[in-house]
Structure formats: structure tokens, C-alpha cells
């Protein structure tokens, strides 16, 4: 099978837009300063586009070595990765003390949201592991869901805009690593270990997909006419009935990965 690296995403702010980079090193959480920022609710509760879809419209940018947040307006705050004082946030089952970070930035989200949040940062130095069934000896992650990366597949999104009423974009499944290759549609789920340029990957497990799916990212909203997490639960979905799109990935060394790199199957 002839397969190549043809998309490459990071996204530094949880919920925010993609930043669409043609190379970008690796560490052992995953692209470095992805999932970095999140939002969290004064209480520490997570906040995701799954309750807010607008978050979507909130654009990170890259300049003179930092990042930057822009909101829809396009006022534009410095995204800090250091803070005080910490809180404690809940992330799934996780429990973790992170830094609140630019509290003006923090007010101004909150006045746009029409509810109170604060911005929390993952700092270097506090590790966030990987679950116990997948993980080996220092996997970790950062504030994605549970896993350092995501990859998909052009064929298996090929597959499912064959059942829609109108095609959509790779955008809304939020992958870091897209595959172009000849191969089948969700072939990606037999694999168990490859090699992206000078990376190797161990695939955990695949994903399941929420109500995200049916989240236009260009508009910052859900589809009303276009059904596709149902379609795809008809479509590919595991045993217990949740539709599957995308594997998880966990890296086991650090390199630098580049769009068009050569993607081998170890396993």
C-alpha cells in the first residue's frame, strides 16, 4: 500500500479552530502545544464545542514565537502559558491543578459566551497519562480527550460522503494527522503499529464520535440537514452501537512530522 501524510493539524485551544501547519515536532503527549489551552467553567468542569459550538469560531495563531487567540470580532490576546493562581480542574475522570492563565482574556471569553469560564494551560512539567488499558511506561497526554493524537483516513471520509446528501470536510473530525493512500475505507482499524516519517505509532483504539461531527467548523454550528453522526452510526459503528471514525494514536519516540511524509504499516 502506497500511503503518504497529507494533512497535518494542531489545535492549541481545545474547541478552537485547526491550525493547518505543513510540519511540526512531536513530543511524547503529541504535537507540541496541541490542546495546550482549555476552558473550564468556574467550578473546573471542561468546556468543549460539543455544548458550545461557537468556541469553533475562536481562531489560535502563531507569531513571534507565541500564541495568539483571535475571537470572531477580531480583537486578538496573547495565549500565556504560565499562570496563577491554579484550579482545580476536572478533564473525563481526571483531576489535575492547572495554572488560570490571562484573566483578561478569561473575562472577555466569558462576556462573548454569555457565561462565566476561565483559560487553564497544561504546563510542561505536569504529566497527564495516558488510561492504564492502553498505556505503556510514559505515555502521556495533553488536554485532548484521552489520546496524544488523532489520524484519519481520505478513504474512509470517502466512504461516508458516499451516504450523506452532501459531502463534508475532514474539519470535522479534528484529526492531527490525515492519510492519503489505495487502500480501503476504515482499513486504518486493522492496523496496529506504523511509521509516519521518522515516528512510530502505536494505534490504541478507534474513536468513537459525538455530536461534533454535526458541527459545521466553518460556521461555528450544527448541520440541522445534514445527519452525520446518524449516517455514520449506520454506516461504521462498534457493538455497542457508537459510531466509530479516526484512530487514536500514541507516539513511542519524538521527531518532526511533514505533510507528504511516507507512512509505513509496521503492524
Not at 486578538?76 to 495554572?99: A, C, F, H
Not at 478513504?155 to 458516499?162: H, I, M, P, T, V
Amino acid at each position: 500500500m502506497h500511503a503518504r501524510l497529507q494533512q497535518l493539524r494542531l489545535y492549541p485551544l481545545k474547541s478552537a479552530a485547526a491550525v493547518p501547519v505543513t510540519q511540526w515536532p512531536l513530543s511524547r503527549r503529541g504535537l507540541v502545544d496541541d490542546r495546550r489551552w482549555m476552558l473550564v467553567q468556574p467550578d473546573g468542569q471542561f468546556l468543549t464545542a460539543r455544548l458550545l459550538p461557537q468556541l469553533l469560531a475562536l481562531r489560535p495563531q502563531a507569531e513571534d514565537e507565541h500564541w495568539w487567540l483571535r475571537l470572531p470580532d477580531g480583537h486578538r490576546e496573547i495565549l500565556q502559558s504560565d499562570g496563577k493562581p491554579t484550579l482545580p480542574v476536572r478533564i473525563w475522570n481526571d483531576r489535575l491543578n492547572l495554572p488560570q492563565v490571562n484573566p483578561a482574556l478569561s473575562a472577555r471569553l466569558s462576556e462573548w459566551l454569555g457565561r462565566p469560564c476561565r483559560l487553564v494551560c497544561l504546563p510542561d512539567h505536569l504529566q497527564r497519562p495516558v488510561k492504564p488499558k492502553y498505556a505503556q511506561a510514559g505515555d502521556e497526554v495533553s488536554l485532548a480527550d484521552g489520546f496524544p493524537l488523532l489520524l484519519t483516513r481520505t478513504a474512509s471520509l470517502e466512504a461516508l460522503n458516499q451516504q450523506l446528501p452532501r459531502p463534508v470536510s475532514m474539519d470535522r473530525f479534528r484529526a492531527n494527522v490525515v492519510l492519503e493512500d489505495d487502500g480501503p475505507a476504515w482499513q486504518e482499524e486493522s492496523w496496529r503499529k506504523i511509521r509516519i516519517g521518522e515516528v512510530v505509532f502505536r494505534l490504541a483504539k478507534p474513536c468513537t464520535r459525538c455530536v461534533m461531527v454535526n458541527t459545521d467548523p466553518e460556521r461555528a454550528a450544527r448541520d440541522p440537514d445534514l445527519p452525520v453522526l446518524q449516517t455514520l452510526k449506520t454506516l461504521h459503528a462498534n457493538e455497542q452501537g457508537e459510531a466509530l471514525f479516526g484512530m487514536n494514536l500514541i507516539p513511542e519516540n519524538t521527531g518532526t512530522l511533514h505533510v507528504g511524509d511516507p507512512v509505513e504499516i509496521l503492524a
